[in-house]
């Protein structure tokens, strides 16, 4: 691989996504908000979290920060390119630069393709190396994500499911990316493997110098891998902020209940706690006023009327709340 250039800073603003979905053959089409209003900032180098409930809009806002959706409104820029505008060949150079891992490794192959010109193939389509060097340069990335030597002439269903996400890994390394975006990269996998392949992807953002988006269920695997977080309700950012600060001194009822409801392994630091009432809203249906506001402890009457405000409560930790937990 090259010499690492430096990696871009990623910034959104006002990203919308919406979705129309037909309910009948004959009726009107239902719009799905599955993104409103996103605004956040990622450092140059550094690693975003993004957690919340299924169907919150973070596999949403992955896809658009990499050109795989295009926004219904809103601004992303990575490294100053306009991504939404980008179209043709414009659209398809950022595409060397964004890379995107999916949650699934073994869907995201094709299983009647051997591994090596799976891998391969994105070099070969951006013309990075000859026709020559191009089995070398990909066994060279079988070696740096730990692959076994043999890996060119196996098909997908001849790896364990850890060896299937290194190998997706591989391939989106293959163009020499500066941004990645991992979608629940570690979900499907066992506990101890798990730690094998987060262990790998903060190697590799530290020896490319990568900025990244960590997309994840899991609390603890974001509190490991990321540099700021971003807790994502309903499609909006509700609170955004250094690790530390949103892992120990959350402000938004959410954040607070998300955080309450992750397992310790520490008996002495287990707390009870009651689950969130109800469900989430439906996007198609989201409530007046805050969208929290139906399953949220703290919610007063203006909760239920008025779109809660942006507050930094300090450098780089924002939330959107009308009565914030103080810090």
Known sequence: MTQRRSAPAVSVRGLAKVYRQRSTAFGPPVLIQALAGVDVDIPAGTTLGVVGES????????RCLVSLERPTEGEIRVGGVAVE?????ERRRFRRRAQYVFQDPFSSLDPRMRVGPQVAEPMRVHKLVSRRETRHATERLFDRVGLPSDSWERFPHEFSGGQRQRIVIARALAVDPDFLVADEPVSALDVSVQAQILNLVLDLKEELGLTMVFIAHDLSV??????RVAVMYLGRVV?????DAVFGRPAHPYTKAL???APRSDPKDRQPSAPLPGDPPSPANPPKGCPFHPRCERAQGRCKTAHPPLLELAEGHTVRCIYPHKP
């Not at 974001?222 to 540099?227: A, G, K, L, M, P």
């Not at 609170?239 to 690790?243: D, I, L, P, Q, V």
């Open 55 to 62: 169907g919150c809009g973070k596999s949403t806002l992955g």
């Open 85 to 89: 505008r980008l179209r043709g060949g």
């Open 222 to 227: 974001v509190e490991f891998v990321s540099d």
């Open 239 to 243: 609170e955004c902020g250094s690790r």
């Open 259 to 261: 955080l309450a409801s």
